[in-house]
């Protein structure tokens, strides 16, 4: 099985030498430790597997019944159960169904293009299958709290397994375009290193299921799910070295995939995930870098793992497009106040201008900080 080094904090204190008799007892020990040690000075490295990053850093994880792909199958009609309502009203509670007059102008542009998506960790399942390494989401679904009455992503809705099945029925409603993402940490256990060729056939197959279908493919290399390893190596997005690492990724699924795939996403809505920073102590790699500052130091890592991955993807030749999803909402002033106008550019700056104006407008931003 692949393994890597992985760094590991000793305490201070820690045994440095020991004299044996006979080669076999220790008599006495000694060490050359101080007393009041700082204990993040002291590390190691130590060689582990994909299977043991489960084993010490996640543990059990739960097993769908499916465990092999599934084929197309019809869905009876007495399964088939109707469509949600069009609107939902935060008041009246329930369910709206507004009655508006048609207006001709609701109409999409004719090359607009819509359809349904995914994210790997929320529908995949199959959390170790076929040798895909933890994501810091295997870990932050086993604190207790953390998730909804402790939820694990472990098999989730098993499209691991039913993705055919699930494409089917896409193609079935008439749905053109199918967006999900691909799991870094199954191409890339480690999030680098060693390659996993199953985790490559698998998408494979999911990408010609949909064009079998005539269903556009719409890939998203990183939904959140930073993997594991490089979130303890060297602090996920905190570090720049995350950059490298994502890029190398990003050429070899674009290589992979390149001449099938006509739509490119690089990251899903930076600004969420980068607000997840910090993680929850004690139970990820510690940063010295001050909790406030660290949502901005991930926000720029990932611009400029974007930024080289566009590159890359126009280098490398991809027949499409390339770009990433953000997300925000439309901003109005409360008045007609002065204070109203700067407060709602103070919004724009900090939720979709934080991301876009950096890539689309100037390279150099003024920003209303506060850290």
Known sequence: MKSLLLPIALGAGSVVAQTYTNGTVPTATTSNATVAGNASLFATTINVSVEDLWDEFIGPV???????????????????????????????????????????????????????????????????????????????????????????????????????????????????????????????????????????????????????????????????????????????WLSEEIVGDFVNYARIVFGRYGNKVQHWFTLNE?????????????????????????????GQSALLAHAQAYHLGKAMGLNGTVSFKNNGGYKIPLTNSSEDAIAVQRSWDFNEGWYVSGLLISATLEYFLIL
């Open 62 to 236: 739960e097993v769908a019944k499916i465990n092999t792909t599934v084929a197309v199958t019809p869905v009876p009609t007495n399964s088939l159960i109707p469509p949600p309502p069009l609107y939902y009203s935060p008041f009246p509670p329930g369910a709206q169904n507004p009655m508006v007059s048609r207006n001709s102008s609701w109409k999409f542009p004719k090359n607009f293009w819509w359809g349904v998506a995914s994210a790997a960790y929320q529908v995949e399942g199959a959390a170790k299958a076929e040798g895909r390494g933890p994501s810091i989401w295997d870990k932050l679904t086993r604190i207790p709290g953390n998730t909804v009455a402790n939820q694990t992503g472990d098999i989730a809705d098993n499209q691991y397994y039913l993705y055919k099945q699930d494409i089917a029925r896409i193609a079935a409603l008439g749905v053109p375009y199918y967006s999900f993402s691909i799991s870094w940490s199954r191409i890339l256990p480690f999030g680098k290193g060693p390659v996993n060729e199953q985790a490559l056939a698998h998408y494979d197959d999911l990408i010609g299921t949909c064009l079998e279908y005539n269903v556009q493919p719409v890939v998203t290399l990183f939904h959140w799910d930073t993997p594991l390893y490089l979130q303890n190596l060297y602090g996920g």
């Open 270 to 298: 930076p600004i969420v995930f980068c607000d997840g920073y910090p993680l929850p102590k004690n139970y990820f790699k510690a940063s010295s870098i001050p909790a406030k500052q660290q949502p901005y130091v991930c």
